[in-house]
Each structure stands twice: as C-alpha cells, then as structure tokens.
C-alpha cells in the first residue's frame, strides 16, 4: 500500500493565493522529499527535509514535518500559472520512496 | 552538471517480448533507484542500485531484473512482457546517502501491445 498520502487530491486556486498541500505516512523515515511532475514528464526535486528537523523553506516554498503525527505539509506562497502541476510527497524509507496519489494543483490566471 | 538520462524516451513493445531501459545519472552519483509509474497504482519503487549492487527491492515479480556498472549507468530489463507492464519508468539518482535527493529523469514511455 502507499505510504505518503496527500490530500486534497485535486486543488484549484487563483494566480497570487497560496496553496497549502498535506501527507501522511505511516512508519519511521530518514527524511520526506516533495516533487513536481509536469504532465508525462520526470519528477523535479523541489525540497528534502531531514526527520529531526520541523520547517524548511526553500524561495515560495515552505515545508514542515511533524514525525509525532507522521505528517507533512507543503506550501506554495504567492501561485502563478507555471506551478500548475502535480505534487508528490514522498517519505523515504531506507532509500525507498514511497509516493501517493499526488495533488493535482491548478493555478488560474 | 547533466541530469540524469534515460533512453530510450519512447518504446513500444508486443506481449511476451522483452525490453532493456538505459539510465545514466548524474556524474557522480553512484545510487540508483528505479519506479514504475502506472496511472492505477500511481509511482511504484521498483529496485536500487549502490556500487553495483542491489541495495533495495521493491514488490514487484522476478520479470523485473536490474544491474549497475562500475560507471554507475543502470540498465532494468522487463521480460516476458505482459499489457499491465505499460507505464513511465522513471530512474533517479543520488549521491550515496539516504539522506540526500534523489533526482529524476524524464523517464521511458513504454507501451505494450
């Protein structure tokens, strides 16, 4: 079964808001990863953060974990139409990364 | 720096034949994973590869085979080829830790008719 789980499945927002995106997993991991996919391309790396640590930023990006509840959430400040893609959170379990469904992110003019 | 590589882009193969996907990584990284991504089971780890051999495996049946060489290019073979098998392979590479990224390529189309 998945182990990173992200919900909402889909999320539609206007150019300039943010979009807060979350995920779940359920055992112990070295470190949770987030990803971009554009649509029939590669996964771009966007941010890594490492299990003892609580909020990484990275430019309109701010990512947090909370291992106590085995939680994640991203968050894209100030949206534009080119972050229109999907967003993968993927905990890493020993080297495995273990993906969910991924948010499908729209981001309107 | 060059990303990682994966060729062919596009591949389309029948039932019962077999495939071999190439994946050059990052210059150097010497880990590399591969997943298979379905749109009813979404990205799947397939295996990982370390100094030539597998460190990691995924739940997937012995039809999947993998190796790496001295150069850390990647090859996974898929035999006997089955419809289910048509996906996106995508191969990533890392430095060597698990503490660090793990990097993409754009990934083989495969198709199977």
């Known amino acids: 079964s998945q182990q990173g789980e992200e919900d909402p499945q889909a999320l539609s927002i206007q150019e300039g808001e943010n979009a807060t995106m979350n995920c779940s997993y359920k055992?112990?991991?070295?470190?949770l990863q987030w990803y971009r996919q554009n649509s029939g391309r590669g996964l771009v790396h966007l941010i890594l953060i490492r299990s003892n640590e609580r909020e990484k930023h990275s430019g309109r990006l701010r990512v947090t974990l909370d291992t106590s509840k085995k939680s994640s959430s991203l968050l894209i400040t100030a949206s534009r139409a080119a972050d229109t893609a999907s967003y993968f959170c993927a905990p890493n379990q020993g080297g495995k990364l273990i993906f969910g469904q991924g948010t499908e992110l729209s981001v309107k003019p | 720096k060059a990303g990682v590589t994966q060729t062919p882009r596009y591949l389309i193969k029948t039932r019962g034949q077999q495939v071999t996907l190439s994946c050059s990584p990052i210059?150097?990284?010497?880990?590399v994973s591969w997943y298979q991504q379905t749109p009813g089971q979404g990205l799947q780890f397939l295996f990982e590869?370390?100094?030539?051999?597998?460190?990691n495996k995924g739940n997937f049946p012995g039809r999947f085979s993998g190796r790496q060489f001295s150069n850390s290019r990647s090859e996974m073979n898929v035999s006997t080829l089955e419809l289910g098998d048509s996906a996106l392979y995508l191969c990533?590479?890392?430095?060597?830790?698990?503490?660090?990224?793990?990097?993409f390529g754009d990934g083989t189309r495969l198709s199977i008719l």
């Open positions: 990533a590479s890392s430095p060597e830790g698990y503490n660090q990224p793990q990097h």
């Open positions: 210059s150097g990284h010497r880990s």
């Open positions: 055992t112990s991991i070295n470190n």
């Open positions: 590869y370390f100094s030539e051999t597998q460190r």
